[in-house]
């Protein structure tokens, strides 16, 4: 049996197209960072040396490759800017995700136990946001919490605070607009795993004495670990390299690595250290990632 | 033990369940049978505590529960897809009602290892379900619902996802465990084959009401109306123009038949439509009418017709009659022999016969 007859040609191009799509824009990319990344910060155009002239012939070329080296890579790991940069962005992707998982879910929850009809509507509301651009959307926010903004006018109406609150340029305005972004991005995997999920399985186990709570815990929440890890990883990753976010609503004293990074490469002119904190960035956030992929192999093995 | 007054459930302005008052006594095995969206499947959940009463009790051993919540009540429950946890392995599901019992380690090990015996299921305790076949995966169900001893287990459509061959001998399998352990079964089902095979008594539904509560072979051979008869096996009716009392016998005119005699049912025939019913294997067939004198005095209603179609069952054989007095009448002949001379053929002139106690008379 020739397993080459399985597949005729379109259906085989179908097949290589994501791999095609892979090489060239990621693994091509990826390439130039990384050569970036192991270059020095020139006052030049490109701002780097040493830069392969293809032209120039073999023993130029050869010198280029012997001028490369890791030293941003050092500098990054020996500089507390970046590593403090590092440390916070994964505490303010931890935190924001447990937030948004801990809102996310209830409103899930009770999307997927609405009536058929009102689903479909409650999915509309879920993405409707979507149809404004994300930073007029922010700078609503910005509206909202600055000084004299609608909030502290509602908490002043209501004698909730006697002063104003400073919201604006801390990190609860931050997670506020964090958490108010990236929350469709939990409750859609998080609603479509609950949406399927057999109504007779919770029936069965308060048939089978569970009350509530417990039919929660030990069935509805098991059967929803698909989509807990797929909102999870949809919403950590993306924070983790967040920049526009903290750099809107946070105070200006302690920075993400995003924030950083678009320092080192707009304002610093810096492309070695943000090419080479970018790379960190990837490895760094590679170890979720392939932990969600060990999870979908251990559902696909599991589903059949 | 279990006692159902003047239930009903609807669902916005659709009654599901329409006053249904119901009986059951321990040790029974119960069958609601009707057609799909008759109610029997909301009447189960009201019984298990998916779906509150509008209106009604339900009273379990004296106790109203008709509002109690699934796992206050000492009653449970076979689903009909199942409902396997599919993240628990075998032993874990049939535990998890015995865990939630608060039993003790020990005992749940041994009470698990007796439902794994009892249903068959020895060496797939570590199974996941979706590593087992549809039959195994019934058993599980069965194990898991048998497992906490309850009062009452209830099974929706427990055998409609098998294979007719399965389906067959679980039956058998289900009746000598009900026998064995001496509980109080009620079956839902759409299957009128399997509530008589199975069930001691049945409740057949339509609309949301109990139609008729009786054993198969009263539901059977004396059905209330004429919707009963026909939903439960075949049944040839002939629609009465005219009653003439003859003695404890009744002569009924009717249109497709001519003049049958028929048994003085037991409530009069009053002023509304009626019909006379007759099971098609009830009716014989020959080629001259009833051989013996004793037949002859038997079989007062002799219908003459030619076979009209014929549909080998192997078991037995339908014949479709067409009668000189324009009805159709069906009988069924049991396939006797393996080598059969004498069985008949299209259009061959036929006498169907039968006496007048195995006619029924059907008012509404």
């Excluded at chain 2, 003459?304 to 014949?319: M, P, R």
Aim: glycine share 8%; charged share 20%.
């Amino acid at each position: 049996m020739s397993s080459r007859r399985i597949f005729a040609r379109p259906a085989r191009f179908a097949a290589i197209a994501p791999y095609v799509w892979m090489v060239l824009f990621f693994l091509v990319p990826f390439a130039f960072v990384l050569k970036i990344s192991l270059s020095q910060t020139a006052i030049a155009q490109p701002p780097y040396e040493p830069v392969f002239d293809l032209s120039a012939g073999w023993d130029a070329l050869k010198a280029a490759f012997a001028a490369l080296s890791a030293d941003n890579f050092r500098l990054i790991g020996s500089d507390d800017i970046y590593v403090f940069a590092y440390v916070r962005s994964l505490t303010v992707a931890i935190t924001a995700t447990a937030l948004l998982l801990l809102i996310g879910y209830p409103i899930a929850y009770g999307m997927a136990r609405l009536p058929k009809r009102w689903q479909a509507v409650a999915m509309v509301l879920v993405i409707v946001p979507f149809w404004t651009s994300f930073l007029i959307r922010i700078y609503a926010w910005i509206n909202i919490l600055q000084h004299d903004g609608l909030l502290n006018q509602i908490l002043l109406a209501l004698h909730l605070v006697s002063q104003p609150v400073v919201w604006l340029s801390t990190d609860t305005a931050m997670y506020i607009g964090i958490v108010y972004s990236y929350l469709p991005f939990m409750i859609l995997p998080l609603y479509a795993t609950l949406a399927k999920m057999e109504p007779a399985l919770e029936e069965a186990a308060g048939d089978l004495g569970a009350p509530p709570w417990q039919v929660f815990w030990l069935v509805t929440f098991p059967l929803s670990l698909p989509g807990v890890g797929a909102g999870v990883l949809l919403c950590f990753i993306p924070i983790v390299g967040e920049f526009v976010i903290p750099d809107l609503l946070a105070g200006s004293n302690a920075l993400m690595i995003g924030q950083t990074l678009w320092l080192e490469f707009f304002t610093n002119k810096d492309w070695p250290v943000a090419s080479a904190a970018a790379i960190v960035l990837l490895v760094v956030l590679l170890v979720p990632l392939m932990l969600y992929e060990r999870l979908q192999k251990r559902q696909l093995e599991q589903g059949r | 033990m279990l006692r159902i007054e003047g239930v009903a459930k609807s669902f916005g302005t659709f009654r599901a369940v329409d006053g249904v008052s119901l009986d059951i006594k321990a040790g029974e095995f119960f069958a609601l049978l009707g057609p799909s969206g008759c109610g029997k499947t909301t009447l189960l959940r009201m019984l298990a505590g998916f779906e509150a009463p509008d209106e009604g009790r339900i009273l379990l051993g004296g106790k109203d529960i008709a509002q109690a919540l699934p796992h206050e009540r000492p009653i449970n429950m076979m689903f009909q897809n199942y409902a396997l946890f599919p993240h628990l392995s075998v032993r874990d599901n049939i535990a998890f009602g015995l865990k939630r019992a608060g039993m003790a380690r020990a005992e749940i090990a041994t009470r698990v290892a007796e439902m794994i015996a009892l249903v068959k299921l020895d060496g797939l305790e570590k199974r996941k379900p979706d590593q087992l076949s549809g039959g195994q995966r019934q058993r599980v169900a069965l194990a898991r619902a048998l497992a906490r001893r309850p009062q009452l287990l209830l099974l929706d459509e427990p055998l409609a996802a098998l294979d007719k061959k399965l389906r067959e001998s679980t039956q058998g399998e289900l009746m000598e465990l009900q026998r064995r352990l001496g509980m109080t079964f009620i079956i839902v089902t759409h299957d009128q084959e399997e509530a008589m095979t199975m069930a001691s008594r049945i409740g057949v539904m339509k609309s949301g009401k109990l139609a008729q509560v009786a054993p198969p072979r009263e539901l059977y051979e004396a059905p209330r109306s004429r919707w009963i008869a026909e939903f439960v096996g075949d049944i040839n009716l002939f629609d009465g123009e005219s009653k003439l009392r003859d003695g404890h016998r009744l002569v009924i005119g009717t249109r497709d038949a001519g003049a049958l005699v028929v048994a003085e049912p037991r409530e009069p025939v009053g002023a509304g439509r009626f019909a006379v019913a007759i099971r098609p294997e009830k009716v014989k067939l020959s080629r001259r009418g009833p051989v013996s004198e004793a037949g002859r005095e038997t079989a007062i209603n002799r219908l003459d017709g030619v076979i009209a179609d014929i549909c080998y069952l192997g078991g037995t054989t339908t014949y479709k009659v067409k009668l000189d007095t324009g009805g159709v009448l069906q009988a069924s002949v049991a396939n006797s022999a393996r080598i059969d001379v004498d069985a008949y053929s299209l259009n061959q002139h036929v006498v169907a016969w039968f006496t007048p106690d195995d006619c029924v008379v059907l008012q509404s």
